[in-house]
């Protein structure tokens, strides 16, 4: 397995390009689905849980064709072979789940293994469930799977979720376009790549409205067409690098990068002591003046601050002045990076759902290891700043998820490696 290394203490300069959406992409792909046309994406991030989803869809008789290097992707599914997303391909990643409803919509079966993806909590399926079953879908779990299907199609109703979970919503919203009459989903998640998915969909043909906010509506069409979509950019890579000239000293302009995708991740920056500044291409961001300020966070769904980018603020409050208490609300098992942090020196103590992290003057190079997807970058942002070599093992979980991390650092002056694991 592929470790990397990661020698502190230099500051970082120049230009970071942030990459299309890991998340969006995941939900735009299987919307390939609901069309026998063509599906061609743009900005497309070059990462192992993109050729993931690939393999699943290709599974299902979609051809997929990738051009300049993976970042553009035709999906063209005029003959579906099968309706199972198999366990084989869905316990890599929980994204899978989101077959579920396009197929369910298009062929009115489908048989999806129950997912497994990041190790950071229960991650129940039951609000897609509810919500699928009151479009009229029958829905049974057996030997792992969850087999749904429709007795003459589905059907537009009101649905209202117990929870704005990200998933159900790019579920049901997809499920609805091609049921008959019109769906009212209510307490529906915001997030951008929510926003993103339903422009995606407008553009297939598709009647929605309402996303970016809690009640999206959707009037069923009989037919969705091919379309040409471009992913919106990966806020949670542009938090995430936004942070390493913070921590590491330097400035950084985050091509592409965008204040509204993150309003209260930088509310937070600002009052920690983070100089961001809107140009042309993006944002330049920089610490200002003396070290950053202990400031507490709450994670909770958009609007609020993303449980994606605690691993990473925890990394930086690891440096900060002061002590700051950093809550998780998504997720119930999301600390996992704290005891690695711990190794470098860390002063962490967690307590049920809250971290509470004194600042120390400097972190130490240790060897360390990955446990998910947003810890492991956290690793790497507390290698920047720690004083000697950090070697952070597992990095899988940071392929799933962050497009040539090594690369992207090295160019701005960080001093990072791969080293090639058996
Ligand atoms: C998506 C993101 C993930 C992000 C998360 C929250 C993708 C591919 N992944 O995950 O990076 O961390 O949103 O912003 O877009 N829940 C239930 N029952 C359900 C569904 C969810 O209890 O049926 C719970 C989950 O266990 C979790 C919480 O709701 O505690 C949030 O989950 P959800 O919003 O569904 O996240 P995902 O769509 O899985």
Same mark, same amino acid.
């Given at each position: 397995?592929?470790?990397?290394?990661?020698?502190?203490?230099?500051?970082?300069?120049?230009q970071?390009?942030?990459?299309?959406?890991?998340n969006?992409?995941?939900?735009?792909?299987p919307?390939?689905?609901l069309?026998e046309?063509?599906?061609?994406?743009?900005?497309?991030?070059r990462?192992?849980?993109?050729?993931?989803?690939?393999?699943?869809?290709?599974?299902l008789?979609?051809?997929?064709?990738?051009?300049?290097?993976?970042? $553009?992707?035709?999906?063209?599914s005029?003959?579906? @072979?099968s *309706?199972? #997303?198999?366990?084989?391909? !869905?316990? =890599?990643?929980r %994204?899978?789940?989101?077959?579920?409803?396009?197929?369910l919509a298009?062929?009115?079966?489908?048989?999806?293994?129950?997912?497994?993806?990041?190790?950071?909590?229960a991650?129940p399926?039951?609000?897609?469930?509810?919500?699928?079953?009151?479009?009229?879908?029958e829905?049974?779990?057996?030997?792992?799977?969850?087999?749904?299907?429709?007795?003459?199609?589905?059907k537009?109703?009101?649905?209202?979720?117990?929870?704005?979970? $990200?998933?159900?919503?790019?579920?049901?919203?997809? @499920?609805a *376009?091609? #049921?008959?009459?019109?769906? !009212?989903? =209510?307490?529906? %998640?915001?997030?951008?790549?929510?926003?993103?998915?339903v422009?995606?969909?407008?553009?297939?043909?598709?009647?929605?409205?309402?996303?970016?906010?809690s009640?999206?509506?959707?009037?069923?069409?009989?037919?969705?067409?091919?379309?040409?979509?471009?992913?919106?950019?990966?806020?949670?890579?542009?938090?995430?690098y936004?942070?390493?000239?913070?921590?590491?000293?330097?400035?950084?302009?985050?091509?592409?990068?965008?204040?509204?995708?993150?309003?209260?991740?930088?509310?937070?920056?600002?009052?920690?002591?983070?100089?961001?500044?809107e140009?042309?291409?993006?944002?330049k961001?920089?610490?200002?003046?003396?070290?950053?300020?202990?400031v507490?966070?709450?994670?909770?769904?958009f609007p609020?601050?993303?449980?994606?980018?605690?691993?990473?603020?925890?990394?930086?409050?690891?440096?900060?002045?002061?002590?700051?208490?950093?809550?998780?609300?998504?997720?119930e098992?999301?600390?996992?990076?704290?005891?690695?942090?711990?190794?470098?020196g860390?002063?962490?103590?967690?307590?049920?759902?809250?971290?509470?992290?004194k600042?120390?003057?400097?972190?130490?190079?240790?060897?360390?290891?990955?446990?998910?997807?947003?810890?492991?970058?956290?690793?790497?942002?507390?290698?920047?700043?720690?004083e000697?070599?950090?070697?952070?093992?597992?990095?899988?979980?940071?392929?799933r998820?962050?497009?040539?991390?090594?690369?992207?650092?090295?160019?701005?002056?960080?001093?990072?490696?791969?080293?090639?694991?058996?």
């Amino acid at each position: 397995m592929d470790s990397i290394i990661v020698r502190g203490g230099t500051p970082l300069h120049g230009q970071i390009r942030i990459a299309g959406a890991k998340n969006a992409a995941l939900t735009l792909m299987p919307a390939t689905l609901l069309t026998e046309e063509p599906l061609t994406l743009t900005n497309v991030p070059r990462l192992s849980d993109i050729r993931t989803m690939s393999q699943l869809l290709q599974s299902l008789g979609t051809e997929v064709a990738s051009m300049q290097g993976g970042q $553009v992707i035709t999906l063209s599914s005029y003959n579906l @072979a099968s *309706t199972t #997303a198999d366990y084989e391909i !869905v316990r =890599k990643m929980r %994204a899978s789940n989101l077959v579920l409803g396009p197929l369910l919509a298009r062929e009115g079966y489908a048989t999806v293994s129950l997912p497994g993806g990041c190790a950071i909590g229960a991650r129940p399926m039951d609000i897609h469930i509810t919500g699928l079953e009151a479009l009229g879908a029958e829905i049974e779990l057996r030997d792992g799977y969850l087999h749904a299907k429709t007795k003459g199609g589905l059907k537009g109703a009101v649905v209202e979720l117990r929870f704005a979970s $990200v998933g159900a919503t790019e579920n049901i919203v997809m @499920a609805a *376009t091609l #049921a008959k009459g019109t769906t !009212v989903l =209510k307490n529906a %998640a915001r997030e951008p790549e929510i926003v993103d998915l339903v422009k995606c969909l407008r553009a297939m043909g598709a009647e929605i409205e309402g996303e970016g906010t809690s009640t999206i509506t959707i009037e069923g069409v009989d037919r969705l067409h091919g379309a040409t979509h471009q992913v919106v950019t990966d806020r949670i890579e542009l938090g995430t690098y936004m942070i390493a000239p913070v921590i590491a000293g330097g400035e950084v302009e985050l091509i592409g990068g965008r204040i509204d995708l993150l309003q209260s991740f930088c509310e937070k920056l600002d009052e920690a002591g983070v100089s961001i500044t809107e140009t042309p291409a993006g944002l330049k961001v920089a610490r200002k003046n003396g070290r950053i300020r202990a400031v507490n966070v709450k994670t909770e769904v958009f609007p609020g601050f993303p449980t994606d980018l605690q691993a990473q603020m925890m990394a930086l409050m690891c440096t900060a002045a002061g002590e700051s208490h950093l809550e998780e609300t998504i997720f119930e098992n999301r600390f996992m990076h704290a005891p690695e942090l711990m190794r470098m020196g860390a002063q962490i103590d967690v307590h049920g759902g809250v971290a509470t992290v004194k600042g120390v003057e400097r972190l130490r190079g240790a060897p360390v290891m990955a446990t998910d997807l947003r810890a492991s970058v956290s690793l790497i942002l507390a290698g920047l700043a720690a004083e000697g070599e950090t070697r952070v093992a597992r990095v899988y979980h940071l392929d799933r998820g962050y497009e040539h991390v090594e690369e992207k650092l090295s160019a701005v002056g960080a001093s990072i490696e791969r080293m090639k694991g058996e």
